[in-house]
Every structure is written in structure tokens, then in C-alpha cells.
Antibody, heavy 119, light 107 residues
Framework: EVQLVQSGAEVKKPGESLKISCKGS????????IGWVRQMPGKGLEWMGIIYPGDSDTRYSPSFQGQVTISADKSISTAYLQWSSLKASDSAMYYC????????????WGQGTLVTVSS | SYELTQPPSVSVSPGQTARITCSGDELPKQYACWYQQKPGQAPVLVLY???QRPSGIPERFSGSSSGTTVTLTISGVQAEDEADYYCQSAVSSATWVFGGGTKLTVL
């Protein structure tokens, strides 16, 4: 069974750094792109970027380029999303999701990680 | 920047047909997919490659494409179909975008 399990909720202060994780199981982690999606409170889904764990090829939405870093450690089947200096506007739910085997769609999603940034 | 446009809301009575559209200039060249999201839950894929249904998705969910518009059709809407629906498509190879989302209300 394919599963993506994300790390737990985080409460941080502005300016702090953060790295959240997404662990894949039940499939060949290195053979599928993993993406990250932001959902701000009461708002829609925003595509942030995507990584291919097999070779760490990474693509970012222009809106998120330079704002976050996506990485992966294939030895432990885990993808990451990190910030070097959080802002209050980074408060949101973040989902990881696996790209389908043959196209531009996410077929499996993590449960989400809620990030709250507040002074 | 490239955008996919959806109506903010659609309302239907139980048993009727709901149609949710998604418009974008690249849609004639790129496949679209659709997700259903219920409150407090992660999105679920309901259609991919414009018209394909993943296993476990009821047959009442169907899709079509015409020019710059793709449409998600839910036939015989049930109360459990009340949710937010998002389309998604590619901007370029390996960079994608979501539509703004449509809230489906079952009256």
C-alpha cells in the first residue's frame, strides 16, 4: 500500500528555520516525483515544487523559487521542505504528494503538516 | 503567469448533474486532472488525463475537454459529493498549476 506520512504540526516564530518531512512507503521511492502543495487558511491549493528522488532533480514554481528548498534523502525514502527564515505569511497547511506514473497528476497525498508562524 | 480559471461556486440539488469548468490557454496542449477536497482532509484525485477515473472513484464522476476548457461532470450528485474541487494542469514540463477551486454545494 502506497503511503506518504508527513511530520507533525509545527509552531515557530518569525525568523526561525524549519524543515518538514514526508516519508514514502509501499513503492519505489526513487522512481516517482514528489511534490509539495501549500494551502493557506481558507484558501486554495498552490503548487510549490517537485523533486525526483532518484537524482534530486528539482523544479520550483516561480512563486516559491528562492523562498523554500525542496530536497530528498533516498536512503530513508523521505522528502523535505525547508525554510531558512519563516514569515507569518508562511502559516499554512503543507501537503506532499506523489506524481502519478504516467503524467501530471498527484495520485497519493500525505496527511498534511500544519505550520504556524507567530510571535 | 499562467492561470487556470474555475467558477467559485456551483450549487445543485441531489440527483441532478453538476458541471464544473476549468479554463486555461494551455489546456488544448496539456492534460488536466481534478481533485476533491472535503473539510479537514487532504485532496483526493478524482480524474486524470482529462477523462480517466482512478480506481475507487464512482462512475458518476466524468470528464471532458473542448478547446481551452475542461469540465468535471458529476451525474446524480449525492450529498457526499459536497466538497471543494480543484483542477490542475502543467505550465511546462514538471511545473504545474492549480485552479482557484470550486465549492460544490448540494442543496
Amino acid at each position: 500500500e502506497v503511503q506518504l506520512v508527513q511530520s507533525g504540526a509545527e509552531v515557530k516564530k518569525p525568523g526561525e528555520s524549519l524543515k518538514i518531512s514526508c516519508k514514502g512507503s509501499g513503492y519505489s521511492f526513487t522512481s516517482y516525483w514528489i511534490g509539495w502543495v501549500r494551502q493557506m487558511p481558507g484558501k486554495g491549493l498552490e503548487w510549490m515544487g517537485i523533486i525526483y528522488p532518484g537524482d534530486s532533480d528539482t523544479r520550483y514554481s516561480p512563486s516559491f523559487q528562492g523562498q523554500v528548498t525542496i530536497s530528498a534523502d533516498k536512503s530513508i525514502s523521505t522528502a523535505y521542505l525547508q525554510w531558512s527564515s519563516l514569515k507569518a505569511s508562511d502559516s499554512a497547511m503543507y501537503y506532499c504528494a506523489r506524481q502519478g506514473p504516467d503524467g501530471a497528476y498527484f495520485d497519493y497525498w500525505g496527511q498534511g503538516t500544519l505550520v504556524t508562524v507567530s510571535s | 503567469s499562467y492561470e487556470l480559471t474555475q467558477p467559485p461556486s456551483v450549487s445543485v440539488s441531489p440527483g441532478q448533474t453538476a458541471r464544473i469548468t476549468c479554463s486555461g490557454d494551455e489546456l488544448p496542449k496539456q492534460y488536466a486532472c481534478w481533485y476533491q477536497q472535503k473539510p479537514g482532509q487532504a485532496p483526493v484525485l478524482v480524474l486524470y488525463k482529462d477523462t480517466q477515473r482512478p480506481s475507487g472513484i464512482p462512475e458518476r464522476f466524468s470528464g471532458s475537454s473542448s478547446g481551452t476548457t475542461v469540465t468535471l461532470t458529476i451525474s446524480g450528485v449525492q450529498a457526499e459529493d459536497e466538497a471543494d474541487y480543484y483542477c490542475q494542469s502543467a505550465v511546462s514540463s514538471a511545473t504545474w498549476v492549480f485552479g482557484g477551486g470550486t465549492k460544490l454545494t448540494v442543496l
